[in-house]
C-alpha cells in the first residue's frame, strides 16, 4: 500500500464507482486521506453492493455518460484534482448484442467525460481504464504498450477509440491524461458473468449441493489475470507521476481458462472434469485467444509489480464465494 503524506484533502472523481474497480479504488483513495466523489446513473432499483460500506464516506452524484449536462454539473460541483473514468459497458459478449450503446459508453463517453474535464476543471489529472483487449489478435508477444491495437470485439473497438481519445486530448489540449492499459483483473467483487467469477462462484455452489455442472465457452482460451487491488494502485501510482503516459498493466504470466477450473475445483477437493460442460452457445463470433503483458515500463517508472499470485487469487475467490454462499443458506 503505497503510503503519502501529500494527499490529505485531496478531491477525486470517480465514474463507475459502484464497479469492482470503484470500490477497491474508492478504498484505496479514502485511505490516502481524499475525499472522494462517485458518478452513480439512476437505476430503479439501487446496486450500490460494493460500496455499501463506503456509503458515508463518499459523495455520490447523479450522471450519466450517455448526457453530456448531467457530466458538468458532476464535475463542477466536484471540482477535482483527479477524475479516474471507469465507467463503461465492460462485458464483451454484451459488445455483440448492444453494439451501438457499447459505443455510445465505452467509446464516446471517454469523450464526454474529456470534455466535462475540459470545461470544468482542465488542471486536474485524468486516468482513462483501457484495456488489454485493443491488443486482441495479437501482433507480438508479450504485449506492451508499443504493440499495435487489433480489436476482435465491439468492446474492444471502443476501447481503442477511447484510448486514441485521451491520447489526443492530451497533445490537443496539453491535458495531464494518461491511459492504463490493464490485462484481466479479478477479485471475489468481480461480476458474476465474468468466467473467473462464474467458474468460482459455480465451483462453491457445486461443493454445496446447489448445482450439479458448470457451462462454459472456449476453455483454450488464455488470459494474463491479476487481483484487482492491486492494479488499482498501479493507476493512483499513473497519477502521481510528473509526466503523464500510458502504462500496460499487467501480471507478465498467462493462464487458460482450463487452469482456472482445475485450480478453483481441486482448492475445493473436486475433479472439475466431472463439472464442466462445453456449451458452443457461450463461443464468442470473434475471440481473443491469448493475452500475456510485459509490465515492465510501469515497473521502471512507478515502482509498481502486482503482489497476488494467480493460484492465490483463484483460491480467493473461492474461500470468498464459500463463506457467502455457506452464510446464505444459515
Ligand atoms: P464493472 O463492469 O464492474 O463496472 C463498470 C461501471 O461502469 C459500473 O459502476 C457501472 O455502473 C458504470 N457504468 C456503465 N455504464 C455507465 C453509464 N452510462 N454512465 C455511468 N456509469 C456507467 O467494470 P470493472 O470495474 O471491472 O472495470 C472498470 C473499467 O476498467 C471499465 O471501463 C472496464 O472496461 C475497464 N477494464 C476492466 C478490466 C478488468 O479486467 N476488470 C481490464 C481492463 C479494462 P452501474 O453499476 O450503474 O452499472
Ligand atoms: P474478457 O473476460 O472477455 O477477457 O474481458 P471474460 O472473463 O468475460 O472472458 C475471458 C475468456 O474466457 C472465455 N470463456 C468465457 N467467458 C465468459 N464470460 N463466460 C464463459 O462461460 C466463458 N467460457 C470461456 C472467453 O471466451 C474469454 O476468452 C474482461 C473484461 O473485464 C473487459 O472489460 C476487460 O477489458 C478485459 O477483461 C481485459
Known sequence: MPVSNNTEGRRALITGITGQDGSYLAELLLELGYEVFGVVRRASTERFERIDHLRDRVN?????????????????????????NLAAQSFVPTSWSEPVLTAQFTGMGVTRVLEALRQTCPEARFYQASSSEMFGKVQESPQKESTPFYPRSPYGVAKVYGHWITVNYRESYDLYACSGILFNHESPRRGLEFVTRKITHTAARIKLGLASELRLGNLDARRDWGFAGDYVRAMWLM???????????????????????EVAFAHLGLDWQDFVKTDDKLLRPAEVEFLMGDYSKAKRQLKWEPEVSFNSLIEMMVDSDLASLTERRR
Open 239 to 261: 497519477l502521481q507521476s510528473d509526466e503523464p503516459d500510458d502504462y500496460v498493466i499487467a501480471t507478465g504470466e498467462t493462464h487458460s481458462v482450463r487452469e482456472c477450473c
Open 60 to 84: 455520490l452524484l447523479h450522471a450519466d455518460l450517455l448526457d453530456q449536462s448531467s457530466l458538468n454539473r458532476a464535475f463542477a460541483e466536484a471540482a477535482p484534482v483527479e477524475v479516474y
